[in-house]
C-alpha cells in the first residue's frame, strides 16, 4: 500500500507550510519529468491490464478488508476548499453540538435551503413536515442486489431517496465515509441529503454499519460509475453537488469522460462538481519503479488499485467537454516537511469547480442568463 499511504496519508508530523503555492524551479520540472520518462519505459502486459480493469472493485474491496476507515481520514481541508460543502455553518460550535443532538430545535417555519452560494433551491416547509418527508423517502425506497452486488432501486418519477430534500449532494467513490460523515456533522441545514457510493461494497458496508449513518439523511449505495447501465437513484438534474475526492484518478482513463458526462446530467442547472485529485508529478508518481506503469501518467499500485495523475487541462478538458463552465481549476503544489526524518516532500493536486449552466433565457434575480 505504499502508493496510496504516501499519497493520502498525512500524519500529524507532517508541518504543512502555508497554502500558497511553491514555485518549481525548472530544474526540478525537468528531474521529474525525467523520472516519469524513466518509470514509464516500459508498460504492464496488456492481459494483466485487462485482469486489473476486470476486477478492478475486488482490489478496492481487499483494500477496505485490511485497512477499514482507517486510511484517508485526514479531512483538514474539506470545508476551507470547498466551503459549498457546509455554507450555513453559522451556529457556534456549542450550538451546533446542541442542535445535533436534539436539545436544540430549529424554529417552525424554517426557510430551508439556506445555501448561501444559490446552488440550492429554495423551499419554504415547517420543520415536521419536511421530517415525514424524509421519514417517507427512507422507507419508500426498495433496494435489493444484483449478481453483482450493485443496489437494484425502486423508484418512480418524484418518489426516490431525499425527493424532499431541498439540498442534495453526491460524493462518488466515497470509500469508508471519510468525507459524508463530516459533511454531515458539519452542514446543519435540515434540507439537506447526502448521498455516496462507491463500487467497492466492503467500502459502502463500512458506510452503512458506522454509528453515524441515518437513513433519514444520507443514502449510501454500491454503484460502478464506469457501468453505463447501472441506475443512479435520484433522476436527473436533480443534485446541486457532486463530490469527487482521489475518485476520478483510479478509472481507466478511456472511460473518464463518459463518466463525467453521465454525472453532469445528474446536476441541476447551476449545480456544481467538485473535486481534488492526484496532479502531473505528484511525489507519489514519481515514487513509482518501473513495471508499474499502464499507459502514460497512469500505475498499478502493489494492491492492484490503480492511479493517474492529471494535468489542469486535461480535467478542464473533460468537464468543459461535459457542458460544464469553470469556477475554478488550480494547482496545488505543496511542500510537505517530515522534521523527524528531514526529508520535503513535493505534493502535486488539481483542484476543480465547474457548474452545469442555465439553459439561455433562464431568469434568476430578474438576471436573465
Ligand atoms: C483513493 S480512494 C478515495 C476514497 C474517498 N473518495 C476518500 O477520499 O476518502 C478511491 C475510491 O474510488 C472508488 N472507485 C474506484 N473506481 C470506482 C468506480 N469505477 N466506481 C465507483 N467507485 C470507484 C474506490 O473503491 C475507492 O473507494
Not at 499519497?7 to 500558497?20: E, G, M, Q
Not at 525537468?30 to 485482469?51: T, Y
Not at 441541476?268 to 492526484?278: E, T
Amino acid at each position: 500500500m505504499t502508493g496510496v499511504s504516501s499519497a493520502l496519508s498525512t500524519k500529524a508530523h507532517f508541518v504543512f507550510p502555508n497554502r500558497d503555492n511553491v514555485e518549481w524551479s525548472e530544474e526540478q520540472e525537468a528531474s521529474a519529468r525525467n523520472k516519469v520518462q524513466e518509470n514509464s519505459r516500459q508498460f504492464v502486459p496488456q492481459d494483466k491490464q485487462d485482469e486489473y480493469e476486470l476486477n478492478a472493485n475486488e482490489y478496492w474491496n481487499d483494500f477496505y478488508k485490511i485497512h477499514e476507515n482507517g486510511f484517508f481520514k485526514d479531512r483538514h481541508w474539506l470545508f476551507t476548499e470547498f466551503p459549498e460543502l457546509a455554507p450555513n455553518q453559522n451556529l457556534s460550535q456549542p450550538e451546533a453540538s446542541a442542535y445535533k443532538n436534539g436539545s436544540i430545535r430549529k424554529p417552525r417555519n424554517t426557510r430551508l435551503g439556506s445555501c448561501e452560494n444559490g446552488l440550492c433551491s429554495l423551499e419554504t416547509k415547517t420543520q415536521e413536515h419536511h421530517q415525514f418527508d424524509l421519514m417517507k423517502d427512507s422507507h419508500t425506497i426498495i433496494s435489493r442486489l444484483d449478481p453483482d452486488g450493485e443496489a437494484i432501486l425502486k423508484r418512480s418519477d418524484g418518489d426516490f431517496p431525499g425527493s424532499s430534500a431541498t439540498c442534495r449532494i453526491l460524493e462518488v467513490g466515497c470509500g469508508a465515509g471519510n468525507t459524508v460523515f463530516p459533511i454531515l456533522q458539519t452542514n446543519n441545514d435540515p434540507g439537506l441529503f447526502v448521498y455516496c457510493c462507491d463500487f467497492s461494497n466492503t467500502a459502502v458496508d463500512l458506510v452503512q454499519t458506522n454509528a453515524e449513518y441515518d437513513s433519514s439523511r444520507c443514502f449510501a449505495f454500491v454503484h460502478d460509475l464506469c457501468k453505463d447501465q447501472s441506475p443512479y437513484p435520484m433522476p436527473e438534474e436533480s443534485l446541486d453537488i457532486i463530490i469527487l475526492i482521489f475518485v476520478l484518478s483510479a478509472i481507466l482513463p478511456e472511460k473518464m469522460q463518459c463518466v463525467i458526462n453521465r454525472l453532469s446530467r445528474l446536476l441541476k442547472p447551476g449545480g456544481m462538481i467538485l473535486l481534488r485529485d492526484y496532479g502531473r508529478y505528484d511525489l507519489a508518481q514519481l515514487r513509482f519503479k518501473k513495471g508499474r506503469c499502464l499507459s502514460d501518467n497512469f500505475y498499478v499500485r502493489g494492491d492492484g488499485t490503480r492511479v493517474y495523475f492529471f494535468t489542469q487541462d486535461e480535467l478542464g478538458a473533460l468537464f468543459t467537454t461535459a457542458g460544464l463552465e469553470k469556477v475554478q481549476n488550480l494547482v496545488d503544489r505543496r511542500l510537505q516537511v517530515n522534521r523527524g526524518k528531514q526529508v520535503t516532500m513535493h505534493r502535486v493536486w488539481i483542484q476543480c469547480k465547474y457548474r452545469k449552466p442555465f439553459p439561455a433565457g433562464h431568469k434568476e434575480n430578474g438576471h436573465v442568463h
